[in-house]
């Protein structure tokens, strides 16, 4: 037989997303914020300021409906989110600039440099995790499942003595008595890898070895 691949669908990968988009909403929601807070008729340093807050917006904005659009395709390798590292940077100075005229020590300003400035560095992570392709893989030979970098299972079929295939794991049993599982309780087209693996055991192993 040839092939069969069948994709992994993993809700983490669906939380990667999120926090990617989240990540880009904080640091816009900040600097919307902040641009709105400034004081009409404030000094040229205060209007430049507010204007480079807005502009960051803008681009934060534009990044996620960029983020939107290429859901599921090839991405780059992962790197630092410069965009979100800029306005982490901005809203830092709007918040010292604040602070310097005797504002709160602790102010919106601040908290969404926080937030922007951690979701900066952790943007590889999320990218990473966005990447990742988890599939089951059975071909005349054996069986191979991965849903995840440490959550892997694979035999021949000649070794396996039993294959028990639920919603909740898969389950590898060699003749020798090694055990390999890998849980499906993350995957949301759970019930179709474990119909598929339950079928291929009935065909490939013998009777009393499903």
Not at 81 to 90: E, G, H
Not at 120 to 133: C, D, S, T, W
């Amino acid at each position: 037989m040839d092939p069969l691949i069948i994709p992994i669908r993993d809700r983490r990968l669906k939380i990667a997303e999120r926090m990617d988009l989240f990540g880009h909403g904080v640091a816009a929601f900040g600097l919307l914020t902040a641009a709105m807070d400034a004081a009409p008729g404030g000094t040229p340093a205060q209007t430049a300021l507010a204007a480079v807050e807005l502009i960051g917006a803008a681009a934060l904005a534009g990044a996620i409906v960029r983020e939107l659009r290429v859901r599921g395709e090839e991405r780059r390798p992962a790197r630092i989110s410069w965009l979100n590292l800029a306005a982490a940077a901005v809203l830092f100075v709007e918040w010292y600039a604040r602070w310097g005229a005797g504002g709160k020590l602790v102010s919106p300003p601040l908290m969404s440099g926080i937030a922007a400035l951690a979701l900066a560095f952790l943007h590889p992570l999320i990218q990473r995790r966005r990447g990742e392709k988890w599939s089951l893989r059975m071909d005349d030979d054996g069986i191979s499942l991965r849903s995840g970098r440490f959550r892997r299972a694979e035999a021949r079929w000649s070794e396996l003595r039993t294959v028990d295939a639920t919603p909740h794991a898969v389950r590898l049993v060699t003749a020798d008595g090694r055990e390999q599982r890998v849980s499906l309780r993350m995957a949301t087209n759970r019930d179709e890898i474990a119909a598929v693996v339950a079928d291929a055991a009935r065909v490939r192993l013998p009777p009393g070895r499903e």
